[in-house]
């Protein structure tokens, strides 16, 4: 028998010892298996999840008001036709309370009533509590509404504009806007010189090739960055060899106008073409086939060939003598203009709304839209110009001059403009005045 089994204790059977033994090992291997004190607090399963606390702010960190921590939201709309404030709080639930509140600042209400379609409004509000408003009210200014303990704070932030003189030229290939294109100037700036010279010259029809300009106009920037083009300061045009010449005057009141270096003024009792930029189908011509009646008939006018619903344009200021339907010319208007001045509109689509015989109508305002009524091949505007009842060219015939510059506003106007006369004559570049 090996010894270990041998008793240890006097008086025990070894048998008895035996059992004794692997009683003691029996239990001993289930201690071992029986999780310790130690163990059991570090086991994951025991451990008892502690509350979250937040960090501790460092001295360097800022101490921001509880109510920041609440988000808000922004809303930016573009207004549109028949938008009105009260519309647009509807429309995004936000508080009409707010909308009264803001209406009651006398410095508010014009900008809450008057909105322009077209521009951008930024509402900042929390679950439909009005936080805070932002409106441009030009290019330079920005109105901001903030609300805060006392209701609403106003202010006007200012972000000037940086106005610099420049100065283009460019010669016409095919068409004016083509060679503005060319010079860097965007085609407000080519329709723009044409309203300038639209007195003198027909740009439907007297532009040609090789004809010429220069302009002097404002570039306008902002924080470096280039936002539009701004006015033509002054200008020159050479067309068909002729040069024309002007120069934007602002008098003592306000009221700006182009004159001639000489004080001329560039506006007419009439301007040349009734319609805008269009090609000519048919000039003045007394021994023309009719295409209509395949037979030699004076033609005493000038045919603006357009696309149907072009607006036509009142040729100068003057008082409707008759609208209606009239014969070949389809539906009419002519207009009396005084000193025995009448012109003619043929071929139109449709009148301008409430256009009546008696009515008194500006220079350049719309009376009716280009059309093919009566003996027409094609859409067009069919143009005359009389005088005591005889035809003349409207392209060639004189017209009328508005009054030019006081003689008491002369020395004033020749020190104005003498800068941008002598600009005209110099080569065309870059910046040349900056303020």
């Known amino acids: 028998m090996p010894s270990f089994i041998k008793s240890a204790v006097p008086g025990l059977s070894t048998r008895a010892a035996v059992i004794s033994q692997l009683a003691l090992v029996s239990f001993a291997g289930l201690l071992a298996f029986l999780p310790r004190d130690y163990e059991r607090q570090a086991s994951p399963a025991a451990v008892e999840p502690a509350p979250a606390q937040a960090p501790a702010p460092s001295a360097a960190d800022p101490v921001v008001p509880q109510q920041a921590n609440i988000a808000f939201s922004t809303i930016e709309v573009v207004v549109s036709r028949n938008d009105t404030m009260d519309r647009l709080f509807r429309r995004f639930e936000l508080n009409l309370a707010d909308l009264a509140m803001l209406r009651g600042l006398p410095e508010l209400r014009t900008q809450v009533d008057r909105l322009r379609p077209g521009e951008m409004l930024r509402l900042m509000h929390r679950d439909g509590e009005l936080v805070g408003l932002e409106r441009k009210l030009s290019d330079s200014e920005t109105l901001k509404v903030t609300r805060d303990e006392n209701g ?9 504009l940086e106005i610099t003189t420049r100065t283009a030229s460019a010669t016409i290939q095919s068409s004016l806007f083509q060679a503005s294109s060319e010079a860097g100037l965007d085609d407000r700036v080519a329709l723009e010189l044409a309203e300038i010279f639209q007195y003198d010259i027909d740009f439907v029809l007297d532009i040609q090739s090789q004809d010429r300009f220069t302009v002097i106009y404002e570039e306008v920037s902002q924080d470096g960055s280039f936002l539009r083009t701004g006015k033509i300061l002054a200008a020159k045009f050479t067309n068909q060899g002729r040069e024309y010449r002007a120069v934007r005057y602002v008098d003592a009141q306000g009221h700006a ?44 006018g000038v045919d603006y060939a357009a696309p149907v619903g072009t607006p036509v344009r009142a040729a100068g200021e003057g008082r409707v003598r008759f609208v209606g339907r009239q014969g070949g010319y389809g539906n009419v208007i002519e207009l009396e203009h005084g000193s025995g001045v009448v012109t003619v509109y043929g071929h139109l689509s449709r009148f301008a709304s409430q256009l009546r015989r008696g009515q ?16 027409a091949t094609g859409p067009h505007l069919h143009y005359e110009y009389r005088v005591r009842g005889v035809h003349k060219n409207p392209q060639t015939v004189s017209l009328p001059d508005a009054a030019p510059i006081s003689a008491a ?24 005045v900056a303020r």
């Open 152 to 160: 609403f704070s106003t202010d006007v932030l200012e972000n000037p």
């Open 257 to 300: 106008e182009y004159f001639t270096p000489d004080g001329r003024s560039l506006r007419k009792e009439f301007i040349r073409a009734p319609v805008q930029f269009s090609r000519i189908s048919s000039r003045f011509n007394p021994s023309r086939r009719h295409p209509v009646l395949n037979t030699i008939r004076a033609h005493r």
């Open 360 to 375: 008194r109508v500006e220079l350049g305002q719309v009376i009716g839209y280009v059309g093919m009524t009566g003996l």
């Open 409 to 432: 506003d002369r020395d004033r106007f020749l020190a104005a403009t003498a800068e941008m006369v002598n600009m005209m004559d110099l080569p065309a570049g870059p910046a040349l």
